[in-house]
């Protein structure tokens, strides 16, 4: 079964252009230099998921056509992948009209921040009546979504672990430097990986391009995306020197892959 995954954004917690910014990339002509905070959308036999709603979701919905959503899968709690929550709101009244909140999948960590931030949506005694009609599940293991498994991989951000997930044969491992050995295990196989490459220059948290060129050669998925981009990274230039069968992914590119 074939699906496609959109990136709705390809850009690192600041965005490209990035505020009060004037370098080359961020005065850029070319469209694949403008990016917005990461997120994917997941499509597959009329069914839509989502990994991550940060704070530019409600243009990237509306620039993609999102008009139903199934299910959001969440990485971790930081803004940039989180704080566009509260625009899943129009998207889980539909939801709710068929008897069944949106489903909201996030580990412990980044599920106990969600309720912290969106108190007003997930308390229950919250006296807010056009809250999210969404509920929240804490993942302690694979879910299936319409016959396809999403599994979480544990990543690492620096100190912090993180959420990647297998969907079928593609993967999605943003916001990370360490990919565990038990992880690596979990992503063989694969006729899409999606990963993390900030910039070349070496970064506490995030993996360099040469970083995740090396984990590319190591997972040997047919087709391999870069994204979580930052200002460092010119995309005609950087793009043109990858190996083949590697590419950086850019706002709106959509990816056709093995689902199930």
């Known amino acids: 079964m074939d699906a496609v995954l959109t990136f709705l954004g390809s850009g690192t917690s600041m965005g490209v252009p990035t505020l009060g910014c004037d370098c080359a990339v961020c005065h850029s002509a070319d469209p694949r230099d403008r990016r917005l905070r990461p997120s994917v959308r997941i499509e597959w036999e009329g069914h839509t998921v ?5 704070p530019d979701f409600r ?24 704080l566009g929550l509260d625009d899943l709101r129009p998207l889980s009244y539909r939801n709710h009209k068929d008897g069944a909140p949106l489903p909201l999948y996030a580990d412990d960590a980044t599920a106990t921040a969600m309720e912290r931030v969106f108190d007003y949506t ?16 804490r ?38 430097n360490v990919i565990p050995d038990e992880s690596l295990k979990k992503l063989q196989g694969l006729d899409l990986a999606v990963l993390d490459a900030l910039r070349a220059r070496a970064h506490s948290s995030h993996a360099t391009l040469a970083e995740s060129i090396e984990w590319s050669r190591i997972l040997k998925a047919r087709q391999t995306y870069f994204t979580h981009m930052s200002h ?19 706002d709106g590119l959509q990816v056709s892959f093995r689902i199930a």
């Open 232 to 250: 460092e990274v010119l995309h005609a230039e950087v793009d043109a020197q990858l190996p083949t069968g590697i590419r950086l992914a850019y």
């Open 50 to 54: 989502l990994i991550d709603t940060g």
């Open 139 to 176: 993942l302690t293991g694979p879910v299936e979504i319409f016959g396809v498994r999403f599994e979480p991989i544990a990543l690492r951000h620096g100190r912090m672990n993180v959420t990647g997930y297998r969907f079928g044969d593609g993967a999605y491992l943003t916001d990370m």
């Open 59 to 82: 243009y990237q919905a509306l620039r993609a056509g999102i008009k139903r959503v199934d299910a959001v899968f969440y990485t971790h709690h930081h803004a940039d992948h989180l």
């Open 122 to 137: 997930f308390r229950v005694d919250a006296d807010y009546p056009n809250r999210a009609r969404v509920q929240l599940h």
